[in-house]
């Protein structure tokens, strides 16, 4: 379950590099503007976002990246009992076989068959865990998807640009400051959300 620990940071950059994406605790207000308004370079209008600020300070990604990690917890801690029964099990199963504990080889094979269902089921168990935790990412990667393609297509009709790109690393090799709207389009969406955890609480 080691690798679930990625999945977070690797589907959201997947997905932003749509467009754009999110997450912490940015107070200013959406309609503030970013510190130079980005301008018309060759008859286009064009401004970026830079994808860590989203992700560490967009409330939705901040919640959600915390669900998601508590249920990687929980699958790996029920996945580590489990595997600590087996080993228990197969052997104490290895000690009486050693001991000639067994009363008779049909005894030992049922052991023997018990302790092999018991590996079965824990695989089994992984695979399911494994499967829930991905379904839970993909959900999230599409409410992640929509908040902000619904956010942009609000935020776009007092602005007016013609292309909005997301900044990851360094796929925009550069970018004067005056078109970055990071910060703007984190109010706007800390604003407009509704928390996912306070819902949570209530039911």
Known sequence: MNKKN?????????????????????SSKMDEQPAETAKEVKGMKIAFVEVDSLMSQYTFCKEYSLILQKKSNNARNTLNQKGQQLQAAAANFEKKLQNNA???????????????????????LQARLGNELDAETAKYNVALRDS????????????????????????????????????????????????????????
Request: proline share 0%; charged share 30%.
């Open 102 to 124: 067994f009363t008779s080889r049909e005894e030992a094979a049922r052991v023997q068959a018990a302790i092999q269902r018991q590996q079965q089921d824990l695989q089994e």
């Open 148 to 203: 902000l393609q619904h956010f942009l297509k609000d935020y776009n009709k007092s602005k007016k640009y013609d292309l909005i790109l997301s900044k990851a690393g360094d796929n925009i090799l550069y970018a004067e400051k005056r078109h970055d709207i990071t910060q703007d389009v984190i109010n706007g969406l800390n604003k407009r959300y509704k928390s996912t955890l306070k819902k949570s609480a209530e039911k």
């Open 6 to 26: 990625l999945f977070v940071k690797m589907s959201m950059a997947a997905l932003l590099g749509l467009s754009i994406a999110s997450c912490n605790n940015a």
